[in-house]
């Protein structure tokens, strides 16, 4: 599963630039956590909006229609096995699809669920806020148990580390720890290295006073990750709630959330050593540290959020899916989160959007010459 998404996942691109119309920044890889090297595409805007966006024009073009405020309920299948429709409502009635080729089920997780988030991993409780939309509830994984199909590492639950304490929702304006900002907790010091995997920077905040820590950078940082400019409303926001500032001190941005002045000074020195030796001698920065010697700075609060789970329907490399004696379901297919065997324990950034255009476009494909 792992060698199609990543051997499709050019073409996948291309076929988003080309056919979709997404726009994505020229020359600007990320390096999300947990990666090697910088390898993701940017989309405009760095949220989903611009993806989104353009899938929602490119299907009135085409003249797809679309059916919203419609809840799927039940796979149909005829009297061999085939799955041959879904069964809904729309405003208290019943709305059958019938599916002459195929059904594809791209419902998403469940990050949203907190009753089977628990069920699969009690940790995740409702402590936790989530960074997805309200409509993640696993009802796709539900409805494809129901007739039998097999699902794979629903206890594999990721959570984002960086997200506003209050709502949970996923803190894009922080995306400068992409290029330099770094991790201190209420005593000032660094823990983790800003870059390792999710679950690892997660787990660590976690373990700090207080369940929570401080997203430090400066404009030197800023100049280059361009966060604060393309997330205004999130700064206003934040800021309103006390939970972020800008200031032009390391004393005030101390003062700020009551952390140790000299304690906070001696971890940025070590950083500023370590930015010019090239060497991170605490955590092994994967990506190199910058100089943080020069205000202004931005500090914010954040917590981690559930923000996605990777187990869901087992499906094979032709986005079949399949029921629990590992055979395939005729006439089903799936893709994206909905799906459990693409991201292991714990899925790389960036990964989530080539997981759903490799497999969705494979599903779609499939589903067309079925026969």
């Not at 073409?11 to 080309?18: I, V």
């Not at 949970?168 to 800003?194: C, M, P, S, T």
């Not at 004393?251 to 010019?276: C, G, M, R, S, W």
Request: charge should be neutral; glycine fraction near 10%; charged fraction near 25%.
């Amino acid at each position: 599963m792992v060698e199609t998404m990543v051997d499709n996942a050019v073409e996948a691109s291309e076929w988003l630039r080309d056919y979709v119309d997404v726009e994505f920044y020229p020359n600007q890889l990320f390096q999300f956590g947990g990666h090697s090297v910088k390898r993701a595409l940017i989309p405009k805007g760095h949220t989903g909006a611009e993806v989104i966006g353009k899938f929602a024009k490119k299907a009135e073009e085409v003249g797809l229609p679309v059916h919203t405020n419609t809840t799927a309920q039940r796979l149909l299948k005829d009297d061999k096995g085939r799955v041959i429709g879904v069964e809904a409502t729309k405003n208290g009635k019943k709305i059958t699809y019938h599916a002459n080729k195929g059904v594809v089920i791209a419902t998403g997780g469940f990050s949203a669920n907190v009753e089977m988030r628990k069920k699969y991993n009690p940790e995740l409780d409702e402590r936790y806020g989530t960074t997805g939309h309200a409509g993640g509830t696993g009802d796709g994984i539900v409805m494809a148990e129901k007739i039998k199909a097999s699902t794979k590492n629903l206890g594999y639950i990721q959570s984002y580390p960086i997200c506003n304490p209050e709502t949970g929702a996923i803190a894009l304006i922080a995306d400068a720890r992409f290029f330099g900002a770094i991790l201190v907790n209420q005593q000032g010091k660094r823990f983790v290295e800003e870059l390792d995997r999710r679950d690892v920077i997660s787990h660590a905040i976690l373990d700090q006073t207080g369940r929570y820590a401080y997203v430090l950078w400066n404009k030197d940082i800023d100049d280059v990750a361009g966060t604060v400019d393309m997330h205004p409303g999130e700064f206003a926001d934040l800021n309103s709630r006390g939970l972020m500032f800008k200031v032009d001190t390391l004393e005030e941005a101390a003062e700020k959330f009551n952390i140790p002045v000299k304690a906070l000074q001696a971890t940025v020195k070590d950083v500023n050593h370590y930015a010019a030796t090239g060497k991170d001698e605490a955590f092994n920065h994967r990506a190199g540290l910058v100089d943080l010697s020069k205000g202004p700075y931005w500090i914010m609060k954040a917590t981690p959020s559930v923000h996605h789970t990777m187990g869901g329907i087992a499906t094979n490399t032709k986005a079949q899916v399949l029921d629990q004696h590992d055979k395939v379901i005729p006439g089903l297919y799936a893709a994206g989160e909905v799906t459990g065997l693409t991201h292991g324990t714990n899925r790389l950034g960036g990964n989530a959007y080539t997981d759903i255009i490799v497999f969705g476009r494979i599903a779609g494909m499939q589903a067309a010459i079925s026969k």
